[in-house]
């Protein structure tokens, strides 16, 4: 059992790369930790200096109040799943799980205890003799999680460990991963690209653009308060409207607060009406394309007096272009125009340049 | 397709057997010949059907060689060929994968130019630079001696190459889990490469065994007792005599002799074979 | 291309690539250089004492008639044996490149000359074709040719390409398989389906997708009967009658060994390093060529 600190951690490759520009993360004891970020972002770069598998160009890596800068990836107790599982191929898959315990010199009796209770707990003890190329897509992802909670580790690390695995797979382990970490109770580091998983599996979530943290807290605080408008377009699906606040319509509506120069909402916080809301905003839109998914409907209007959009950020949307959610099967017909409305207390104010937000 | 039905393929079938009779015609004859009498054979009057000596000219040959020219048995000229066959591929195998592994999981400083070094020598057959290498090898007092016979041919790059090439093929993480598993340079070899290996240095050993049985010009240079010599040297010692006391009989079943071993290799392990003849020559 | 992961070690890797080093300088290197050095040096008739020459020895090889003639002869020898074997392997591998039953079978009873050392391959060929005692020789005798390959020179180069060729099938014919099953059917289906007839199909599809595997093919041949050939000379015809079957390696051997005279020998050895690697500089241009390709 351990924290994970880590203080101003900095990556600076031979070529004057700046993979990772000074990071500061506190993962409690048994948190469940998530990186999450585009591709590039430096996530899994992080994960592997946690591990040791790269080096530490400044700052300090603490894992249980050890700095362990300098420790080999074999002694600093931890554990990784990879995200191509990196089973040894020619080993079945009880010695696949008995290896890194045989390596430490453990009894043969204990390797037995640990690896069968591995198995049961993963439910792979029918094929426990197979060699991995025998086994399905998520029986490796287990023999790959399995290989690392035999360990007992203080630490468990995730890279991308369920992304090659189809959808249906994926949600499943999603929840096998979680609910097991609960049980053991150990502190993880999980990187992923995908903002559902970190959403789901996070205690801390840290979302990470450019070899920097944009934002760190718990999930829900960071989907309601993002603090800047990459952390608000990267997080939440469809993704927030972000639109500029010039000299139109939408700045005579708002009276936000000094230096606000984009407005976010997000899709579901819109009420389709007539009416108009005080202290709140109202855009007309055409309705261009209508998305049903079954429980609820994107509708995707264009705004009337549509201004230039808010600079690229991830899953954005074009320019002057909003996504509207409506619960249930029914929305509007294309073509038809429309008032969406949402309240003060759900909008969200940024600075002009995107990186702070004002309220 | 449909014209590849009916008569094209009656067609295809004949040019095959034709071929495959043409490339065993000479192999068949030396069976009919290492069954008959040699006077029959001198006279020019060979049957083309077996004759009644084969356990006699076998049971000489193995055991007691020709009447005339080196009297060595060919028993032990097989020996002495298994032996430098079985030196060559292991020798060449193991330094080989240790040097690759060297060179392909280790930053070291002359790393490139060690590299090089050793992959130049893909070039150069032992055929073009025997003399100065036969002086060395005298040099060396390895004359008439296993190690002389066969460590000038295990210096060669391609086999360096060819479990450098299947390195960069293994995924890092492999070696990445290791290290969390707590295997060093030692155990990551041991337990993980070398098992991984094991396809690749079998079709290498395939190939070089019988690259290794098969030499000829190194072990006729370097051997000069009759005792040291390999069974493609002994045969070529057997009809340096005048024609007409040449033992064809004898001489007909230490060919057959000398293309059992590697013959039985590439057909018992064909899969093998084919793929280390491709992997080698890439 | 080079791996991301290594392990930290500063004298491990050079212990591992130590003894490979130790042979390939000893026995590769040394020799070489030796061969470079000793091709500038002329010995006197008694072995006693030895003079620097510069390029002397370069000089009275290219004077030399005989030695201008087996450099035609070795490349005449090459390119015939190329010819021979490589045309009878494409005709059986395109033969067995069909969907024919027994294919494997085929195979199997195809390449295993592959595995016959070249002196006696050269054995099994004298025997058949001896003059006095060959099988064949009997027939064709009666077919009224005055064949006797120890006297003739043309009939004794001849039984050296046949026998050389005959030992090259299976090689050719298993990278012509490899390289006919590579090519998608359905290549040859579209050609088909445009009209093409069988004949027409080989020449125009077939043959131009094979390319690369017979250039490929021809570069290995050459080398092959540059070198391998050795074993094949020496136990049929000891480079003779004359010199009508010395090629340039047998006549390394021969002058180094039988004539004694190291220094010539050895200045044949540096130009025979400078064919080899001019060959195996064409070979790798293709290689790269084949990966684009």
């Not at chain 1, 894992?63 to 800068?69: E, H, L, M």
């Not at chain 2, 094209?8 to 015609?25: M, N, P, Q, S």
Request: with cysteine; glycine share 8%.
């Amino acid at each position: 059992m351990a924290n994970v600190t880590l203080r101003n951690v900095r990556k600076t490759y031979p070529g004057g790369f700046e993979a990772i520009k000074g990071v500061n993360v506190d993962v409690g004891d048994g948190q469940f930790c998530v990186l999450v970020g585009p591709s590039g972002c430096g996530k899994s770069t992080l994960l592997r200096m946690v591990a040791g598998l790269e080096t530490i160009s400044s700052g300090e890596i603490d894992i249980g109040g050890r700095i362990v800068n300098q420790i080999e990836p074999a002694d600093r107790d931890i554990a990784m799943v990879f995200q191509n599982y990196a089973l040894y191929p020619h080993m079945s898959v009880y010695n696949n799980m008995a290896y890194g315990l045989r390596n430490r010199g453990m009894a043969e009796a204990e390797v037995k205890t640990r690896v069968e209770e591995a198995a049961r707990v993963l439910e792979l003890a029918p094929m426990l003799e197979r060699k991995p190329r025998q086994l399905s897509g998520g029986q490796r992802q287990r023999v790959a999680m399995g290989r690392a909670i035999v360990r007992q580790p203080k630490v468990f690390l995730f890279d991308e460990p369920l992304s090659n695995l189809d959808a249906k797979l994926r949600i499943a382990m999603r929840v096998e991963i979680r609910k097991l970490q609960r049980r053991l109770n150990t502190t993880s580091i999980y990187v992923t690209h995908d903002q559902l998983e970190a959403m789901t599996l996070a205690d801390i979530l840290v979302v990470m653009n450019g070899g920097q943290v944009e934002q760190i807290g718990n999930p829900l605080d960071i989907y309601q308060k993002p603090a800047t408008t990459f952390v608000a377009s990267f997080i939440g699906a469809p993704p927030m409207n972000l639109m500029p606040l010039g000299s139109d319509e939408l700045k005579s509506q708002i009276a936000g607060p000094d230096g606000a120069g984009i407005l976010g909402i997000r899709p579901e916080d819109f009420v389709l009406s007539s009416e108009t809301v005080s202290g709140g905003v109202a855009l007309d839109l055409t309705v261009e394309a209508i998305e049903h998914v079954g429980a609820e409907t994107f509708v995707y209007g264009s705004r009337q007096r549509a201004e230039q959009g808010v600079a690229a950020n991830p899953g954005e949307l074009p320019p002057g272009e909003v996504i509207v959610r409506v619960p249930g099967a029914t929305g509007p017909a294309i073509g038809e125009r429309i008032r969406a409305l949402a309240p003060r207390d759900k909008l969200h104010l940024f600075t002009a340049d995107g990186r702070k937000r004002v309220g | 397709m449909v014209e590849e039905e009916g008569i094209r393929r009656y067609v295809a079938h004949i040019i095959l057997w034709i071929g495959i009779a043409i490339v065993a015609f000479p192999v068949y004859i030396a069976i009919i010949a290492s069954t008959q009498d040699n006077a029959a054979i001198a006279n020019g009057q060979m049957s083309l059907l077996p004759g009644g000596h084969f356990f006699e000219t076998y049971y000489q040959t193995l055991f007691v060689g020709t009447s005339g020219s080196t009297r060595e048995p060919v028993l032990n000229m097989m020996l002495n060929s298994l032996i430098m066959a079985m030196m060559i591929a292991v020798g060449k195998i193991a330094i080989s994968i240790i040097s690759a592994y060297g060179i392909v999981y280790f930053r070291f400083p002359f790393r490139m130019p060690i590299f090089w070094i050793i992959f130049i020598t893909l070039m150069l057959p032992v055929e073009v630079r025997i003399y100065p290498t036969y002086k060395i090898v005298a040099d060396l007092h390895l004359l008439d001696s296993y190690a002389g016979l066969s460590l000038p041919l295990i210096a060669s790059a391609t086999a360096t190459l060819l479990f450098r090439q299947f390195f960069m093929t293994v995924p890092d993480e492999l070696l990445e889990a290791s290290r969390i598993d707590g295997a060093g340079p030692f155990r990551f070899f041991w337990d993980t490469l070398l098992p991984l290996s094991r396809t690749n240095m079998a079709a290498l050993f395939v190939i070089l065994f019988i690259l290794g049985w098969n030499q000829y010009l190194w072990p006729l240079l370097i051997t000069t007792r009759d005792d040291m010599q390999t069974i493609q040297v002994g045969i070529r010692k057997m009809i340096t005599t005048t024609d007409a006391l040449t033992e064809w009989p004898v001489v007909m079943a230490t060919a057959l002799l000398a293309m059992l071993p590697p013959i039985f290799v590439v057909v018992a392990m064909q899969k093998l074979f084919v793929r280390g003849l491709v992997e080698t020559e890439k | 291309m080079e791996k991301q992961s290594v392990f930290q070690s500063k004298l491990l890797p050079y212990a591992l690539v130590a003894p490979q080093l130790a042979i390939v300088l000893i026995f590769f290197y040394w020799p070489a250089v030796q061969a470079v050095i000793q091709s500038f040096l002329l010995q006197d008739a008694f072995g006693l004492s030895t003079t620097f020459v510069w390029f002397e020895n370069y000089l009275e090889l290219f004077k030399d008639a005989a030695y201008f003639e087996a450099i035609v002869r070795t490349f005449a020898f090459s390119f015939a044996i190329a010819f021979s074997s490589l045309s009878f392997a494409l005709l059986l591998a395109v033969m067995a490149d069909k969907p024919l039953r027994g294919v494997t079978l085929y195979r199997t009873l195809l390449i295993w000359p592959y595995a016959v050392a070249p002196p006696v391959v050269g054995v099994l060929f004298i025997f058949m074709l001896h003059p006095s005692l060959g099988v064949l020789s009997r027939y064709l005798r009666a077919l009224g040719v005055d064949w006797n390959p120890l006297l003739n020179g043309d009939q004794a180069a001849l039984l050296i390409i046949l026998a050389a060729a005959w030992k090259q099938i299976s090689y050719n014919f298993l990278f012509f398989l490899a390289g006919l099953q590579a090519i998608p059917k359905s290549v040859f289906e579209a050609a088909a389906i445009d009209g093409a007839r069988p004949m027409r199909r080989f020449w125009t599809v077939t043959f131009p997708l094979l390319s690369p595997t017979i250039f490929f093919l021809l570069v290995i041949n050459i080398v092959y009967a540059f070198f391998e050939t050795f074993g094949i000379i020496d136990t049929m015809t000891r480079g003779g009658p004359g010199k009508s079957t010395e090629t340039l390696v047998y006549k390394v051997y021969s002058d180094g060994l039988l004539g004694g005279n190291l220094g010539s020998s050895a200045a044949q050895s540096v130009i025979l390093m400078v064919i080899v690697i001019v060959l195996t500089g064409i070979q790798f241009r293709f290689v790269e060529r084949k990966v684009t390709y």
